[in-house]
């Protein structure tokens, strides 16, 4: 089952494949990691601060946050 999390990336422009860790390295909850069998990477639990480091600092844009409206 495929469930929606906050944040989101874009499979074809991660390239985690090729050594990139940043976003994983940013994130203060630790609850990003690189799937290293697909070389992409990905939210590993469903929570999140909405700080958007991994979103700013990804350097092939690849990553969206979606912020809940609430918290806008
Ligand atoms: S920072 Fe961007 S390119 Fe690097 S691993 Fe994360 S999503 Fe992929
Ligand atoms: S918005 Fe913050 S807490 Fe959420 S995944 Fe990105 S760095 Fe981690």
Redesign the pocket.
């Known amino acids: 089952m495929k469930v929606k999390v906050?944040?989101s990336i874009d499979a074809e422009k991660c390239i985690a494949s090729k050594g990139c860790t940043v976003?994983v390295d940013?994130?203060?909850?630790?609850?990003?990691v690189i799937d290293v069998k697909n070389g992409v990477a990905l939210?590993q639990y469903d929570?999140?601060?909405?700080?958007?480091?991994?979103?700013v600092d990804c350097p092939t844009h690849a990553?969206t946050?979606e912020i809940p409206y609430l918290l806008k």
């Open positions: 906050p944040v976003c940013v994130c203060p909850l630790d609850v990003l939210m929570e999140c601060w909405y700080c958007t480091p991994c979103e990553v946050v």
